[in-house]
């Protein structure tokens, strides 16, 4: 993914207003964020850790999206993420929900998926970044066809939510 600035970042945004992406909390170190190893730029809130934000390269441009975790049932099990196939014991996977764009959204509809909670899938397809013991599992793909297929996964994930 490119470097891109905060503005970029706040006009990106398809599922909130302008206001409310006005208002979001944009990562202050995103001078060095390792850029070269994102597929896309993904955050928790520090205030408030129940939102997370995805921004992601799309034929138009950048596309942002703003999640809410769903709240942890407190079983200790593993997940799998839907974007990078990762697995993570405990809440290393979370319940990610983000209103739909336009007329959907604003009558509440939401779409969700199972994301790394942390949002470091592309650092686990790279291998920059453990999940632990089994987080991984051993495929045939290389590592351009794993970020490959993350990449269509989170673009289905967006075209649901922009749907």
Same mark, same amino acid.
């Given at each position: 993914?490119?470097?891109?600035?905060?503005? +970029?970042?706040?006009? /990106?945004?398809?599922?909130?207003?302008?206001? +409310?992406?006005?208002?979001?909390?944009?990562?202050? &170190?995103?001078?060095?964020?390792? !850029?070269?190893?994102? &597929?896309?730029?993904? !955050?928790? @809130?520090?205030?408030?850790?129940?939102?997370?934000?995805?921004?992601?390269?799309?034929?138009?441009?950048?596309? $942002?999206?703003?999640? %809410? %975790?769903?709240?942890?049932?407190?079983?200790?099990? #593993? /997940?799998? =993420?839907?974007? =990078?196939?990762?697995?993570?014991? $405990?809440?290393?996977?979370?319940?990610?929900? *983000?209103?739909?764009?336009?007329? +959907?959204? #604003?009558?509440?509809?939401?779409? $969700?998926?199972?994301? =790394?909670? @942390?949002? *470091? =899938?592309?650092?686990?397809? #790279?291998?920059?970044?453990?999940?632990?013991?089994?987080?991984?599992?051993?495929?045939?793909?290389?590592?351009? +066809?794993?970020?490959?297929?993350?990449?269509?996964?989170?673009?289905?994930?967006?075209?649901?939510?922009?749907?």
């Amino acid at each position: 993914m490119r470097p891109v600035t905060e503005q +970029e970042i706040r006009n /990106s945004f398809i599922n909130c207003t302008k206001g +409310e992406a006005k208002r979001l909390a944009v990562p202050k &170190d995103l001078a060095e964020r390792p !850029w070269d190893d994102l &597929d896309f730029l993904g !955050w928790r @809130d520090p205030a408030s850790p129940e939102r997370s934000y995805i921004v992601a390269e799309s034929g138009d441009g950048l596309v $942002g999206v703003a999640l %809410r %975790r769903a709240a942890q049932a407190g079983l200790a099990r #593993r /997940s799998m =993420c839907s974007l =990078c196939l990762t697995t993570h014991s $405990g809440d290393g996977v979370s319940l990610m929900t *983000a209103r739909k764009a336009g007329p +959907e959204g #604003r009558q509440g509809n939401s779409v $969700g998926s199972y994301i =790394c909670a @942390d949002l *470091a =899938c592309s650092l686990y397809l #790279r291998g920059k970044k453990d999940a632990g013991n089994g987080g991984r599992l051993h495929e045939s793909l290389s590592v351009d +066809e794993l970020i490959e297929r993350t990449a269509a996964n989170l673009a289905g994930f967006l075209d649901k939510v922009n749907a």
